[in-house]
């Protein structure tokens, strides 16, 4: 059993930066692949990133590269989002996920995770 927690969302303006992270409860949390993903209002969950166990391999969508920047801590059992230059459509709440194969063939699909934290809200004004 894996429990995730979110933090460092938040109302910010456009252009700014925030990173969010993302603690782990349980053992062997380098062996999990872990990812981001958003929700806005109305609309469905959105995949971001995934990182994998040893963070030897990142992949992200197309509407975030560049920008945001998947990173995680096995020693403190974290993996954070760097999200820069951000825009109102950023604007959702944030979700990380555990996914507990050793490999992820679609890393997009929320059915690939096993493990979901409660989200942290991210407000991105004009």
């Known amino acids: 059993q894996v429990q995730l927690v979110e933090s460092g969302g938040g109302l910010v303006q456009a252009g700014d930066s925030l990173r969010l992270s993302c603690a782990a409860s349980?053992?062997?949390?380098?062996?999990?692949?872990m990812g981001w993903f958003r929700q806005a209002p109305g609309r469905e969950r959105e995949f971001l990133a995934v990182i994998s166990g040893r963070g030897g391999s990142i992949y992200y969508a197309d509407s975030v590269k560049g920008r945001f920047t998947i990173s995680r801590d096995n020693a403190r059992n974290t993996v954070y989002l760097q999200m820069n230059s951000l825009k109102p459509e950023d604007t959702a709440v944030y979700y990380c996920a555990a996914s507990q194969s050793g490999s992820i063939a679609t890393p997009w699909k929320k059915d690939s995770y096993n493990y979901w934290g409660q989200g942290t809200q991210v407000t991105v004004s004009s």
């Open positions: 349980g053992r062997a949390f380098s062996s999990y692949h």
